[in-house]
């Protein structure tokens, strides 16, 4: 004879949850789960770009919706693999975090939402993307100029320039 039990996660975060069956009248275990994990709430972050792909030194939105989660980390990873942090303790209700794009190519880029600093615990990822340089390539050394952001603009707009050294140079508009 089976019987089912239907029931509520608690909105906890964890890596060591379990399910146990106690006898009520002796209090003995009667069987246990093994350890799962729990992480409340939800983010879902959106495509980096509409094409999926980024330029170097551009000023991107890294956007997202949440549910019943405050803060979390943001990470990156150009290989898809080995992950650094782009910013920790992220308001969640904000929506978006602008992010630099490194100078780095890539065509297999993601980021990541993780709970406290924990990739065992990740809420969500991009869809890959590839990361190219705009600009001018001097041997090994890249040098890539951004996009104006906003474009068209009227009184002012953004113009990010990455060199891979520091050196003195001049920019004419």
């Known amino acids: 004879d089976t019987d089912e039990m239907s ?9 060591n949850a379990v399910v146990r069956m106690i006898n009520t009248e002796t209090g003995m275990v009667m069987t246990e789960s093994s350890p799962f994990m ?6 879902a972050l959106a495509q980096i770009s ?3 792909k980024v330029d170097v030194g551009q000023l991107r939105n890294i956007r997202w919706t949440s549910n019943n ?3 979390f980390d943001l990470q ?7 992950w650094e942090t782009i910013a ?6 904000s929506g978006s975090f602008e992010w ?10 993601l980021i990541r939402a993780i709970w406290n600093n924990d990739s065992d615990m990740e809420y969500s990822r991009t869809p890959e993307f590839s990361i190219g340089a705009v600009g001018v390539n001097d041997g090994n050394q890249m040098f890539s100029l951004s996009q104006p952001v906003p474009n068209p603009f009227s009184v002012e707009s953004r ?3 990455v060199i891979p050294f520091n050196q003195s140079i001049t920019v004419t508009l």
Do not use: E
Request: proline share 6%; charged share 10%; glycine share 6%.
């Open 100 to 109: 630099l794009v490194p100078n780095v190519g890539s065509s297999n880029a």
């Open 50 to 52: 509409p094409d999926n």
């Open 38 to 43: 729990i992480l409340a709430g939800s983010v």
């Open 88 to 93: 920790m303790d992220v308001n969640a209700y």
């Open 69 to 71: 989660v405050s803060r």
């Open 159 to 161: 113009v990010n320039l």
């Open 76 to 82: 990156f990873a150009q290989d898809g693999v080995n």
């Open 7 to 15: 029931w509520i996660l608690p909105a906890v975060n964890t890596k």
